[in-house]
């Protein structure tokens, strides 16, 4: 398993990243992302301190972690602004907090992290049809996500996804112990967003290619 989508004490999170990483890997995750929410006050902080680990020992939980950051309630007009700042304060993967439906996210961030070609658009809600066609152009992964709430549109999110090509991936949006769900609970999360098992299968890959693609980051 991987998901690319999990918080630490650095924001909301519980766990400080070592035990997240622990139990994780316990869990039966082999990579994963650390990101943490961020806006212009804490992005520098939250990726160095993440990289300190994901850089140093990271190796020692037999786990591929990459340091990056949620941008989160950022107005649309900064969000390229704030993800070029997190990439050139070492983010190796950029995540977006979407246009959840049970949060007053502003209109506008779902199309913004596209048009800034982040990796992530993580639960966006009631995306619509231009902004998923899009995101299959630029490449952004649209998240079916595990969370409570926020799954909410998960099965609007893999429809469009379906019909316009876009990419999937699963998270779990970790913030506790008790979010890093089994393997045969992020199977059932995703049959019950209307994936198929190759679709499920798919979205587990393109997990895997955008850690390769990102553990080589500076």
């Not at 070609?117 to 992964?141: D, S, Y």
């Not at 992020?186 to 209307?194: D, E, N, S, T």
């Amino acid at each position: 398993m991987i998901d690319l989508h999990m918080h630490t004490t650095f924001s909301d999170g519980e766990l400080i990243p070592a035990e997240l990483i622990r139990r994780a890997r316990v869990a039966g995750y082999k990579a994963m992302a650390i990101t943490d929410h961020a806006d212009a006050s804490n992005i520098s902080f939250i990726i160095e301190s993440v990289r300190k680990l994901s850089d140093g020992y990271a190796h020692f939980f037999d786990m591929e972690v990459l340091a990056g950051v949620e941008l989160t309630h950022v107005p649309p007009a900064l969000m390229a602004d704030f993800a070029q700042m997190a990439r050139d304060a070492g983010a190796q993967i950029v995540v977006v907090h979407g246009e959840t439906v049970v949060e007053p996210v502003a209109q506008g961030t779902n199309l913004a992290a596209i048009e800034a070609r982040v990796e992530v658009l993580a639960h966006p809600g009631l995306i619509t049809e231009v902004e998923v066609k899009l995101a299959a152009e630029f490449g952004v992964a649209l998240e079916i996500t595990t969370r409570r709430g926020h799954s909410y549109a998960n099965g609007h999110v893999a429809a469009l996804a379906r019909r316009f090509g876009a990419r999937l991936v699963i998270d779990n949006d970790a913030h506790a112990p008790g979010d890093l769900l089994s393997a045969e609970m992020r199977q059932k999360v995703a049959y019950g967003a209307g994936l198929t098992l190759e679709e499920y299968r798919q979205a587990e890959a393109n997990a895997w290619e955008i850690v390769q693609r990102c553990r080589g980051r500076r």
